[in-house]
């Protein structure tokens, strides 16, 4: 029932019924902590889904603190240098992003980053994403620095 919960979720977050999405959302996490526990894999990606509609509702202190108990989960379940953990500081990124918080959406782009290319390699998709992400977040910075310089020497 949580997977199915969790789709109709996914159905009304793509169509920008954000708070529906959370009402479905809430439902597939609840049987999730339930069965599953509440350090489970499963139960992570459910705080990541709750976390990107608040996220693109603009309310990005609660997307943080939705993002933000993924990591811990994923890293102690599947290995800080698993792609899920790499998804949840990839995700916080973008939240920093958002808030105009470039400086630190960099650092966990980069966190992402690192560990994509290492586990999938420079051209799998997610990497290059997030190649970009970092990209267009270090656009907005100060650095006259350009930006494959300054890349190659903060993932070395």
Known sequence: MAEIYNNIGEAYHNKGDYDTALE????AL?????????????????????G???????????ALEWHGKAPAIDEKVLGKEHPATARDYNNIGGVYDKKGNYDEAL?????????WEK???KDHQDTQ???????????????PEPFEEWIAKFIA
């Open 24 to 27: 479905w959302y809430g439902k």
């Open 30 to 50: 609840a049987i999730k902590e339930k069965v599953l526990g509440k350090e489970h894999p499963s139960t992570a990606t459910s705080y990541n889904n709750i």
């Open 119 to 121: 586990v999938l390699g």
């Open 129 to 143: 994403k997030c190649r970009g992400n970092m990209k267009n977040a270090y656009a907005k910075t100060e650095n």
């Open 107 to 115: 650092e966990w782009y980069g966190k992402a980053l690192a560990i």
């Open 52 to 62: 990107m509609v608040y996220r693109e509702k603009g309310d990005y202190n609660e």
